[in-house]
T-cell receptor, first 109, second 114 residues
Framework: DAKTTQPNSMESNEEEPVHLPCNHSTISGTDYIHWYRQLPSQGPEYVIHGLTSNVNNRMASLAIAEDRKSSTLILHRATLRDAAVYYCIQETSGSRLTFGEGTQLTVNP | SQTIHQWPATLVQPVGSPLSLECTVEGTSNPNLYWYRQAAGRGLQLLFYSVGIGQISSEVPQNLSASRPQDRQFILSSKKLLLSDSGFYLC?????????????FGEGSRLTVL
């Protein structure tokens, strides 16, 4: 299975930007990068996904490195409700999403 | 709009007892369906996925089985539970198995095996 590497935990202050890094050094040209987040005792929810170009939506931005071996999920203004485990997933074409351990984001008031 | 329902939400079962978790999706046809398990404080492990009625693929060998008797129904079963089967079980669906498909998760079923 394709494997990504994320820090175990990160902290941020409320209303400040958060940059969550992810390394995916084995990525191939057709592998998408997906980000999900999971609140306690809930199922994960989709955040964003991309292939080569940077992507923006109402929840976050995804910055993908030019060599595509890393990416960064950007929360522009963290809120207390953004505290969650964030999963970065490298999806190989035709396969299923494999979730790693993720990054536990703590947002301080 | 599409919704996904899982039940029961919580259950406590003795070792050696059977298990049946059900998942149904509404508002869409021919979804891809998935069962994941999450141990405490860990990431999600894909157990089974299905692209159609009666079509089940297993990701890891284990004590569990899955069935899809109807288009939008996915069932996770065990004949005899083990202590290691405890965890948070999540059903999910997607419109396509391709790499642009978004996964939608249910609320989860928390199983404790004693």
């Amino acid at each position: 299975d394709a494997k990504t590497t994320q820090p175990n935990s990160m902290e941020s202050n409320e209303e400040e930007p958060v940059h969550l890094p992810c390394n995916h050094s084995t990525i191939s040209g057709t592998d998408y990068i997906h980000w999900y987040r999971q609140l306690p005792s809930q199922g994960p929810e989709y955040v964003i996904h991309g292939l080569t170009s940077n992507v923006n939506n109402r929840m976050a931005s995804l910055a993908i490195a030019e060599d595509r071996k890393s990416s960064t999920l950007i929360l522009h203004r963290a809120t207390l409700r953004d505290a969650a485990v964030y999963y970065c997933i490298q999806e190989t074409s035709g396969s299923r999403l494999t979730f790693g351990e993720g990054t536990q984001l703590t947002v301080n008031p | 709009s599409q919704t996904i329902h899982q039940w029961p939400a919580t259950l406590v079962q003795p070792v050696g007892s059977p298990l049946s978790l059900e998942c149904t999706v509404e508002g869409t046809s021919n979804p891809n369906l998935y069962w994941y398990r999450q141990a405490a404080g860990r990431g999600l492990q894909l157990l089974f996925y299905s692209v159609g009625i009666g079509q089940i693929s297993s990701e890891v060998p284990q004590n569990l089985s899955a069935s899809r008797p109807q288009d939008r129904q996915f069932i996770l079963s065990s004949k005899k539970l083990l202590l290691s089967d405890s965890g948070f079980y999540l059903c999910a669906w997607s419109l396509t198995i391709s790499n642009t498909g978004e996964l939608f998760f249910g609320e989860g079923s928390r199983l404790t095996v004693l």
